[in-house]
């Protein structure tokens, strides 16, 4: 049988295969109504019946942006080869590259055409490289490492699949994967790699369509690799058409399963190229790689992106971002400072000057007795943490913006040229285009570099010690999951709650009725039981002379710099974004300014102002000083109640610092009033102490043959 009627035939068997949708109009040759083919990112026409909600064009629906939902990165690659030779780099040195470019992108999903491996070295790959990530190959059956071979990369530090599954559709050339993400979210991709010579891709795509007929494959949400043909001359230069029997034949499988060219549908005039070469000492580029999708999630895919990586390798990196329709809405996260501006000599010296300033105002403040409602301690230093944030943010533009600056100019001058009218006839314009692509993937080389640098830096100077850089590199990383749903408290049948923000409300509710369970509103009954719950303290636990006793003492700055000295660096920051380690630097600054008989930045001396006043007058409620970041963490059981979350506030670090100092205070007599059955976090006590009582309680049951039971409690407001 030809294989022009085999496609035909596999064509008609599809038919019967499950399916989401399907249009009975559409053929191998799609024709609009003026009998021409239709481009790669043009809808087939309907005819009788209007088009159904899936089947509308996302623009004439009233969606909600889907950036603003979770969302993961899938992408694809031709990588040409498992080495790299011109640039010295075997197989681990090249896969090293690809997954730099998974971490540096956020990549959740990439697609990979010329793999080009065998079994052994796979294993090879996944020895290195397979604590976070999931590789599945599929190599030619005969001589592997000679040419061809998809595999598809699952990033687990970004999404923890709840199961998935690889079929191979035609080995070493097509596999599918099916993985659901979220908890109704099942996505179907094809990985591509069609053969270069045209008279194979008939059989190729004959063969594709068969096998998933036959094995019952659902039709593919996205299908993304490398073509080896474009549909329209736009995507070549010089521009030309492919040829066309293969061409319509792509067409005919776009059209059978209801995909769309959806990067051209948005960009019908932009010129960009995926495949870069040279032949006859001309530059030749092609829009060879592409994703395609299907049109019921044209509205849920955004921010495409084609650019060169840091792999080697004449294709360029294809990304596209997918936000399911039940995924739930995402904030923007919180800004943290970050460490290696501390050695930034420039900002670290406006920060001491903004410190300055506010040693001055707050000196105003004592000597004119300012009223506190117009400025006080507080409020002060929360205008100077906003402003010191903002100088580091600043500094963050200045020093990625330097190269990233860069590259964006010479992205926006080759978009001109790309989208020149005499681009495919003057040689200059072509020349130009070529020229300033090999800059961009010669950047593009130099940022992957300085990485690689600077982390060699950082485990010389680090070492392998327990807790540092090398420890979390080989530290298995872990997705955070989304909630997903929530179930409505008192509702039976059970009915659960999936908006974000109700979502958000509900768990507030929640935790706020927890804290306010068992509490006494009564401001009498209140001072009553407080009364009686002090007389009833033993006369051991209590302070002999509490109006003279340290505790009704100011903090002062010794205590301070105890407190920052015993701070932990690596913890995480609150809103403010402020870490622990920027107070230390700033303290190691002024120690060494007055040792050269210089003004510096008295941070403790701040600090101690900034607790006496909240030890005299309390937080004040314009401050932000006690707000927190609250993140609820599963502990088990059913994930939609709300019960099974164990809520972690995420507190600024100078609020850390000010129970610090409460607990230096605390400490000499810590022991004294606090009983002896409380073991944990109490200086000259252990946990291990009540461990050791466990065990020895079920040796003594055990010896005098007596029935004996251990109560755990679990104290529900225990860390709230």
């Known amino acids: 049988m030809p294989p022009r009627a085999l496609l035909l035939r596999a064509a008609q068997r599809s038919q019967s295969a499950p399916r989401r949708s399907s249009n009975p109009h559409c053929s191998l040759r799609t024709l609009n109504r003026d009998n021409q083919p239709t481009r790669a990112h043009q809808h087939t026409p309907h005819q009788g019946n209007p088009p159904t909600l899936r089947e509308t064009h996302p623009s004439s629906q009233h969606h909600k942006n889907p950036k603003e939902r979770a969302n993961i990165n899938i992408a694809s690659l031709n990588m040409n080869g498992a080495t790299a030779p011109s640039e010295h780099m075997n197989c681990i040195d090249k896969w090293a590259m690809v997954n730099q470019t998974i971490y540096n992108e956020r990549i959740a999903i990439l697609a990979l055409q010329e793999t080009h491996l065998d079994q052994k070295l796979l294993d090879r790959v996944n020895s290195c490289f397979g604590k976070n990530l999931e590789i599945v190959n599929s190599a030619l059956p005969n001589n592997p490492r000679a040419s061809a071979g998809v595999a598809f990369i699952i990033n687990r530090a970004l999404i923890s699949p709840k199961e998935y599954s690889v079929t191979e559709l035609v080995p070493g050339r097509a596999i599918m994967l099916k993985i659901k993400w979220l908890e109704q979210c099942e996505t179907s991709i094809i990985n591509i790699y069609v053969p270069h010579n045209r008279d194979e891709q ?140 501390l050695e930034k000599e420039d900002l670290m010296t406006k920060v001491e000057e903004r410190g300055k300033q506010l040693e001055l105002d707050l000196e105003s403040l004592r000597r004119e007795n300012t009223d506190r409602a117009i400025a006080n301690p507080q409020t002060l230093w929360k205008t100077c943490k906003s402003d010191i944030a903002n100088l580091a943010k600043k500094e963050i533009k200045n020093t990625y913006h330097k190269l990233g600056s860069r590259i964006k100019a010479i992205e926006k001058d080759l978009k001109i040229l790309l989208d020149s009218p005499d681009l495919d006839t003057n040689e200059e314009t ?248 409380q073991a944990g976090f109490i200086p000259r006590r252990s946990i291990f102490n009540h461990i050791r009582l466990a065990k020895a309680i079920i040796s003594y049951a055990e010896i005098v043959e007596e029935d004996g039971a251990i109560i755990a409690l679990d104290q529900e407001k225990a860390y709230d």
Request: proline content about 6%.
């Open 430 to 677: 072509c020349m130009n285009a070529a020229f300033l692509t090999n800059e961009l993937e010669h950047l593009e080389k130099i940022k992957a570099k300085n990485q690689r640098n600077k982390l060699k830096v950082i485990l010389a100077n680090q070492g392998e010690h327990l807790g540092g850089k090398w420890s979390a590199l080989s530290k298995e990383k872990k997705p955070r999951n989304p909630i997903l749903r929530l179930r409505i408290p008192e509702s039976n049948p059970p009915q659960y709650e999936r908006c974000t923000k109700r979502m958000v409300n509900l768990a507030c509710n929640h935790h706020e009725n927890q804290q306010n369970d068992g509490t006494h509103h009564n401001p009498e009954e209140r001072s009553r039981i407080m009364e009686e719950t002090l007389h009833a303290i033993p006369e051991s636990q209590k302070l002999p002379n509490p109006k003279f006793s340290p505790l009704n003492w100011e903090a002062q700055e010794n205590m301070i710099c105890q407190a920052l000295d015993a701070s932990k660096d690596g913890t995480a920051v609150g809103l403010d974004g402020c870490p622990n380690e920027l107070w230390k630097k700033l303290k190691t600054r002024h120690k060494a300014a007055c040792k050269v008989n210089k003004k510096g930045f008295d941070i403790t001396k701040v600090l101690t102002i900034l607790i006496q006043d909240i030890q005299k007058h309390g937080v004040d409620k314009h401050s932000n000083f006690a707000e927190g970041w609250m993140c609820p963490l599963f502990k088990k059981k059913d994930p939609t109640d709300i019960r099974n979350y164990c809520p972690i506030t995420v507190l600024n670090t100078d609020y850390k610092l000010l129970t610090k100092v409460l607990a230096i205070q605390l400490i000499d007599h810590a022991d004294t009033l606090i009983h002896e059955d």
């Open 202 to 341: 008939l059989n190729f795509w004959a063969n594709v369509i068969t096998n998933r007929c036959t094995q019952r494959l659902p039709l593919p949400d996205f299908v993304l690799g490398d073509f080896n043909i474009t549909e329209d001359a736009i995507d070549r230069t010089p521009a030309h058409q492919d040829d066309q029997e293969a061409v319509e034949t792509l067409r005919g499988v776009r059209c059978e399963w209801n995909l769309l060219d959806t990067w051209r549908h948005m960009n019908p005039a932009t010129r960009s190229f995926t495949y870069h070469a040279n032949a006859n000492d001309a530059p030749i580029q092609s829009r060879l790689d592409r994703i395609y999708t299907s049109q019921h999630i044209t509205q849920h895919v955004f921010d495409w992106q084609i650019k060169p990586s840091a792999v080697p390798t004449d294709h360029w990196l294809i990304r596209v971002k997918f936000a399911p329709q039940d995924a739930p809405f995402i904030g923007s996260g919180r800004w943290t400072w970050p460490l290696y501006l």
